[in-house]
């Protein structure tokens, strides 16, 4: 299972997103970047994640990285989220 470096320790990253991340174009700086520097993080009982949302330069939405709350250090997937966006704009999030 591959791994990422951020914030002092170390992610793994789940089949799931590994298989999804060429099409997503997700480069690991950019899941650095939001797990560094996130504008909010969402706890997601629904599918037992938390969720790490930043803005990344060049991009509209934000980007969301969930991470497993069972071990708090798998990434389960990341993709930019519209809906988030928008709650975010709009003073929700």
Same mark, same amino acid.
């Given at each position: 299972? @591959?791994?990422?470096?951020?914030?002092?320790? +170390?992610?793994?990253?789940? @089949?799931?997103? /590994? +298989?999804?991340?060429?099409?997503?174009?997700?480069?690991?700086?950019?899941? =650095?970047?939001? /797990?560094?520097?996130? !504008?909010?993080?969402?706890?997601?009982?629904?599918? +037992?994640?938390?969720?790490?949302?930043?803005? =990344?330069?060049?991009?509209?939405?934000? /980007?969301?990285?969930? !991470?497993?709350?069972?071990?708090?250090?798998?990434? @389960?997937?990341?993709?930019?989220?519209?809906?988030?966006?928008?709650?975010?704009?709009?003073?929700?999030?």
């Amino acid at each position: 299972m @591959a791994g990422i470096y951020a914030g002092g320790r +170390e992610f793994r990253l789940l @089949a799931h997103f /590994l +298989e999804n991340r060429e099409h997503r174009d997700i480069p690991d700086d950019w899941i =650095i970047e939001v /797990l560094n520097n996130p !504008v909010f993080i969402e706890e997601d009982a629904a599918h +037992e994640s938390t969720n790490y949302y930043g803005f =990344i330069e060049g991009q509209r939405p934000l /980007l969301m990285i969930a !991470v497993s709350k069972a071990d708090g250090r798998t990434i @389960a997937t990341a993709h930019f989220h519209s809906g988030a966006t928008r709650r975010y704009r709009r003073g929700e999030l």
